[in-house]
């Protein structure tokens, strides 16, 4: 199979796997300008699919870069209202939305953190309904990640840049499993061996578990009404979608008030343009109130104090070190394939779908269940071949969940 063909299945992918487009749905398509052409086959997918409309909110690597250096700092306390409501508006409507993800890790690291936090709490406040739209897994939404020049040479430092492209694409067609005879019977299959993995962790009800590793000595406190979830969703109207392509992970919430101890990072965290790594956390009664970072600790600080939310944690997700992308022994600095590499965890907002009947909470009744709020969630991986897992049951009794960053 060549590699055009791959990504020709891979777009398909996104949309017939990812977004599962319906007739006379409206997609909308989040992307950068470099990616013009993966867009161009998306769309024709989703049209094919039955599309009524594909409406596209371009990115640019040097727009963005120009206004963070240039524009005054009040730029960065206020978000296009217009463009929050137009949101709003086409998710009330069913439409379904699919960003293309294309980080260029280094491309903000000369840029003042203070603007980034506020520019992210910013946009957070203005998108809060949108984003508890998609939280609660009530509209069809999904992540997928193409190459740009300066993320794969990012990840491929001795390559040039045309190679380099080369190479990032083979290992993202790889990873989505658009290089099979039949992807979507692939995805199909791959989706029941995920779902097998959450229905056994929701049958064990574990109360605590308990991780250790070099650098983390971590407990969490699950709550009792907390469920796994893994690989796709259905939305409001019953249609069933997968958010992130790939996915490897299932996830649940911890009790925003019950983690206690400390976890160590295993990659670095590219938020905002701007790479924190080797950083650690230190939690008590939920809340960190320590933390070092061999790189990025201005930035990490600034995250965790973006709200009270920020700082407690809103995600638990598993993932085993013998996944596919593990398994490829490739540092992406996108935390989309990052995370379905390596278990983690992530600061701020909860999804509502975690907790039982959740999507049909609201925020009081679900932060009374012990789900945390937040502008923000932000993933950090924190599984390696080292990390050991246990669950603890309501009783106390003690079972091996993880051995060795695998399942035990």
């Keep these: 199979m060549s590699?055009?063909?791959?990504?020709?299945?891979?777009?398909?992918?996104?949309?017939?796997?990812?977004?599962?487009v319906q007739p006379g749905q409206t997609l909308v398509v989040h992307a950068p300008l470099y990616n013009a052409d993966f867009v161009r086959l998306i769309a024709k997918k989703a049209y094919e699919a039955g599309a009524k409309h594909v409406h596209v909110e371009w990115d640019d690597d040097e727009l963005k870069r120009m206004k963070y250096l240039l524009a005054p700092d009040e730029a960065f306390h206020e978000y296009p209202q217009w463009k929050a409501n137009g949101y709003l508006e086409m998710a009330e409507a069913d439409?379904?939305?699919l960003t293309v993800y294309s980080p260029t890790p280094d491309l903000l690291k000369d840029?003042?953190?203070?603007?980034?936090?506020?520019?992210?709490?910013?946009?957070?406040?203005?998108m809060r309904e949108y984003r508890a739209l998609m939280q609660a897994g009530k509209i069809s939404?999904?992540?997928?990640?193409?190459?740009?020049?300066?993320?794969?040479?990012?990840?491929?430092?001795?390559?040039?840049?045309?190679?380099?492209?080369?190479k990032l694409w083979e290992y993202l067609v790889q990873a989505a499993r658009a290089d099979r005879d039949d992807p979507v019977q692939a995805w199909h299959d791959h989706l029941l061996q995920l779902k097998g993995h959450a229905d056994r962790m929701n049958a064990k009800r574990y109360a605590r578990l308990k991780y250790k590793a070099p650098g983390t000595e971590l407990t969490i406190d699950l709550p009792p009404e907390h469920q796994w979830v893994a690989g796709g969703i259905r939305n409001a109207k019953g249609t069933f979608f997968v958010p992130n392509i790939p996915t490897e992970e299932l996830f649940t919430l911890p009790h925003r008030d019950r983690v206690n101890g400390t976890?160590?990072?295993?990659?670095?965290?590219?938020?905002?343009?701007?790479?924190?790594?080797?950083?650690?956390?230190?939690?008590e009664n939920g809340v960190a109130v320590a933390c070092t970072a061999e790189t990025g600790l201005d930035t990490l600080q600034r995250l965790i104090a973006t709200d009270?939310?920020?700082?407690?944690?809103?995600?638990?997700?598993?993932?085993?070190?013998?996944?596919p992308i593990a398994s490829m022994n490739v540092l992406f600095y996108n935390t989309g394939l990052d995370e379905n590499a390596s278990c983690h965890l992530a600061f701020g907002n909860a999804y509502p779908l975690c907790v039982q009947n959740?999507?049909?909470?609201?925020?009081?009744?679900?932060?009374?269940?012990?789900?945390?709020?937040s502008l923000l969630h932000v993933d950090f991986m924190i599984g390696s071949d080292e990390l050991d897992i246990d669950g603890?049951?309501?009783d106390g009794v003690t079972e091996p969940v993880f051995r060795r960053g695998n399942w035990a």
């Design 3 to 20: 590699l055009q063909t791959a990504i020709e299945r891979y777009a398909g992918l996104a949309v017939q796997v990812g977004i599962n």
């Design 308 to 323: 009270a939310g920020a700082a407690r944690l809103g995600e638990v997700a598993l993932v085993p070190q013998h996944s």
């Design 392 to 394: 603890i049951t309501a």
């Design 111 to 126: 840029v003042k953190p203070e603007r980034l936090s506020a520019a992210s709490k910013a946009y957070g406040s203005a």
């Design 263 to 283: 976890v160590a990072s295993t990659k670095p965290l590219n938020w905002n343009g701007q790479l924190i790594d080797k950083f650690s956390i230190t939690f």
């Design 95 to 97: 439409a379904a939305f």
């Design 358 to 373: 959740g999507t049909s909470m609201n925020p009081e009744e679900l932060e009374g269940l012990g789900a945390n709020l």
């Design 141 to 166: 939404w999904a992540i997928v990640s193409a190459p740009s020049p300066g993320w794969a040479q990012k990840v491929f430092p001795g390559s040039g840049e045309e190679e380099a492209i080369r």
